[in-house]
């Protein structure tokens, strides 16, 4: 975008406090996909903090060829991928507050819902960390596969083959374990 890129100019000659506008534009986005990727409030704080100065750092990179907002998610998850590798990051639960999501009129359909959400959050974290990337990135960023191919620096064929990869496992896993996910074991 111009916006961005105006913004970008101004950091790179010299206006650090330009770079707030790019930071209080993309933070909740950020942190909404890196949360996903850890599901872990605090790292995924401080990823974003790290992202940011990551980004920060590289900017002289970005040469205006295409969205600033990509450039920058794959420079923040290459990071998070590093940073996992590095640290051998495990993904822990995040717990639902009960008292806000009860509904005291369906508690059977809230208590369904809770555990199939659970059921796939533990699919979804037996998966190896780019497997686990990339599925995040297509069903719950809705990223097409070239966007996830720009993101993560793997062909489109490769993002195709590691989401179906990704799928067979999860299959794999609720035709041994049962539970909510039937449409997964049907072999869609």
Known sequence: MEEDWQWIQEVLSGNKQA????????????????????RNPHN?????????????QQLGK????????KWMYRVAINHCMDEFR????????VEINEEKVV????????????EKNRQLERLIAALPEDERMIILLRYVNELSYSEISELS????????????RAKQKMR???KLEGGYFHELSNDR
């Open 19 to 38: 770079y707030a506008h790019i930071i209080n534009k993309y933070k909740n986005q950020l942190y909404a996909t890196i949360l996903r990727m850890t």
């Open 44 to 56: 995924a704080q401080d990823l974003v903090q790290e992202a940011f100065i990551k980004v920060y």
């Open 62 to 69: 970005y040469d205006n060829k295409g969205s600033f907002s």
């Open 86 to 93: 590095k640290k051998s990051y495990k993904m822990k639960q």
């Open 103 to 114: 509904n005291p009129n369906h508690p059977e359909v809230i208590f369904l819902k809770k």
């Open 153 to 164: 620096e793997l062909p489109v064929s490769s993002v195709r083959n590691k989401l179906h």
């Open 172 to 174: 794999a896993s609720v």
